[in-house]
């Protein structure tokens, strides 16, 4: 079974900046796409940030130039650095793996969410 456990959201004032990381775990072997999805209420799941396993990134238009997304192959870790951040940022932000490949099988996970909220 793989979980993946995310870490970082909270408050934070318009202008500042969040640290989102992202551990999977569950005898995996690879990972081929790691990224950052967000919902704000009311508005359906987007992507945020892509990083393949080879490191080629994708971003959405609204966070280009703010947003950084990498990851850390050997520890199944993302990480999304977020500044400036913007009120319209706010929203539960969900991890995702793709193509996993792990000792019984292979899939496509989501993390449990985590609450990103910019607000004065």
């Known amino acids: 079974q793989v979980q993946l456990v995310e870490s970082g959201g909270g408050l934070v004032q318009p202008g500042g900046s969040l640290r989102l990381s992202c551990a999977a775990s569950?005898?995996?072997?690879?990972?081929?796409?790691m990224g950052w999805f967000r919902q704000a209420p009311g508005n359906q799941r987007e992507l945020v940030a892509l990083?393949?396993?080879?490191?080629?990134?994708n971003y959405a238009d609204s966070v280009k130039g703010r947003f950084t997304i990498s990851r850390d192959n050997a520890k199944n870790t993302v990480y999304l650095q977020m500044n400036s951040l913007k009120p319209e940022a706010t929203a539960v932000y969900y991890c995702?793996?793709?193509?996993?490949?792990?000792?019984w099988g292979r899939g496509d996970y989501w993390g449990q969410g985590t609450q990103v909220t910019v607000s004065s």
């Open positions: 995702n793996a793709a193509g996993v490949r792990y000792a």
């Open positions: 990083i393949t396993s080879d490191g080629s990134r």
């Open positions: 569950g005898s995996i072997f690879s990972i081929n796409a």
